[in-house]
């Protein structure tokens, strides 16, 4: 199935290289996706048993009105038109707060159908600050895969907390896969303002530490990231892969690009045959 959202970083045109690293039974493992932004991998593997998890609690409020009201997000997202005008409006509207979780959802999907490039971004205030985008005929409400994604969530925990829940959900033999936001290569590249604060190199050092955590505990994890943190994850498996990518502040630096894909998978698979 697709995501619903589109994100930058997302993971759609890297599918297969990620999933070739998943352990052959991954479908029948229990899966947490601690950065869960667009959705990409976790709505193709749709996990029987797990948890979604995001810092973002407007995105996380989203997906539990997919789960619980996709009807009602429908009928209220369809009410909005796609005009230069009616997106500001509707932007000044969103950051205003003090939204039901219906309206505050549909009106995620809106600014993320018909802005700049399914850009998710806030300023220093918290304040959802995308410009409006320039499409021909932009599909704002994609039922099918509303339905689609709201059959997927019900199977798992949707999550609002920071990443470190890993160490009390997950268990021996569950699957982790990780998009954390990634360490800018340059400035040009830095569209990891999610949320106000950001994600620091210390978040990034924080995040390497849970990981080895769960590695020690015989939790089988894929991340995703860019090649600067590799440093942080000496010992482990690290495959280079090129992504196509389209956020960029500078239209000639858009294309493809290098990031990496680190994994315990093969260091831990030997040891779980010979027990």
Known sequence: MTAVL?????????IQAILSTFPPDYENRVFHEPFLGGGAVFFTVRPRRGTVNDVNPRLINFYRVVREEPGRLVEEASKYTYDRDTYYRLRDHFNEGSLSPVEDASLLLYLNKTGYNGLYRVNS???FNVPFGTYRNPTIVPIDDIYAASEAL???EIRNE???YLLDATREGDLVYLDPPYEPVSRTSNFNTYNPTGFPWGEQERLSETIRELDARGALFVLSNSEPVGKLYKGFTIKTVHANRSINTKATARGPVREIIVTNIK???PRKKEE
Request: glycine residues 14%.
């Open 125 to 127: 205030r918290g304040l």
């Open 162 to 164: 920071d990443f470190s």
């Open 6 to 14: 589109k994100w930058a970083g997302g993971k759609r045109s890297l």
């Open 267 to 269: 260091h831990q698979n």
């Open 154 to 156: 019900r199977r798992v």
